[in-house]
């Protein structure tokens, strides 16, 4: 009977450590928003991502801006969101240029596992009948187009600037424009409308004189097990491939420049 209690004893210690260590990891992994930031996904993913694909719609609207014709779906209830973008986008060429809903997805699942913090929440979901991602709709901030169309350039500015086109550079993103950036807090940009990235384009789209040390360090210790694990789902295997060549080619060309300026001029803290 001792030895019976003494096992139970260990077995309920074990599972209250289990326990805290694994909320603390999970408090580590979800940090709440800043005060003031727009990017109130921030510590509700997992929250986020299935009201998305669950949540009853009161009405769909159309946007009315976006060349792929985005909708708005609002929901009957407004908590943790209010309302997604609708983007129903079969993965193909459409007028020349490539689309595809899934995209969407990728750009936000490959944002999470690079850690960069300016994708909004994307999903699959099916409404009548019709598969398309749904989007987290980033209420109360600006676009670049809105705000007078010029990417803030202050100096508060630089690391989201530099992500933004090191994040494009990876994905291969040819349709960034002053449309979908969206303007939060101070030094904050937030990312929308990625369904045409994804490209097997191998070159990068810009030439980048200087980049964030942080989110290099995470681009650089990314491998094809990773991609494959993550983005399996949403791309086709040589779209994941271009991702490890760009950025090799990225790699060789932040090499060069740190060669030349010296490294502390191109890889910013």
């Known amino acids: 009977m001792k030895s019976r209690r003494v096992t139970l004893h260990l077995f309920t210690s074990v599972a209250i450590v289990l326990s805290i260590a694994v909320a603390a990891l999970s408090a580590a992994q979800s940090p709440a928003p800043a005060a003031g930031s727009a990017r109130t996904w ?7 991502e299935s009201y ?3 949540a ?3 009405r769909v609207e159309n946007i009315g801006t976006g060349v792929t014709l985005p909708k708005r779906a609002f929901l009957k ?17 459409k007028n020349g240029h490539w689309e595809s809903y899934k995209s969407e997805v990728a750009a936000y699942e490959l944002d999470k596992l690079l850690d960069m913090k300016m994708v909004p929440p994307a ?24 705000s007078g169309g010029e990417v803030p350039s202050a100096p508060v500015w630089g690391s989201a ?24 807090a101070p030094g ?11 490209l097997t384009d191998k070159n990068p789209e810009h030439k980048l004189e200087r980049v964030d040390a942080d989110l290099w360090a995470r681009m650089k210790a990314l491998t094809r097990a990773d991609l494959d694990r ?28 740190a060669s030349k300026k010296g490294a502390a001029a191109v890889i910013i803290p």
Do not use: C, Y
């Not at 921030?42 to 986020?48: C, D, K, Y």
């Not at 987290?136 to 600006?142: A, L």
């Open 77 to 93: 209830t407004s908590e943790p969101v209010d309302s997604f973008a609708w983007k129903v986008l079969p993965p193909g060429r």
């Open 42 to 48: 921030l510590g509700r993913e997992s929250e986020i």
């Open 188 to 198: 904050e940009l937030i990312l929308i409308d990625h369904s045409r990235a994804f």
């Open 123 to 146: 999903v699959e979901r099916t409404i009548d009948g019709k598969v398309g991602a749904a989007v987290m709709w980033v209420g109360s901030v600006k676009s670049v187009k809105q």
């Open 230 to 257: 993550i983005l399996g789902p949403w791309l086709e295997t040589d779209a994941i491939a271009a991702i490890i060549e760009r950025r090799d080619r990225m790699a060789a060309d932040v090499d060069k420049l």
């Open 56 to 58: 009853e719609i009161e």
């Open 52 to 54: 998305l694909k669950t």
């Open 161 to 184: 600037v530099r992500r933004m086109r090191m994040f494009d550079n990876l994905i291969a993103n040819p349709d960034r424009n002053a449309g979908n950036i969206l303007i939060g």
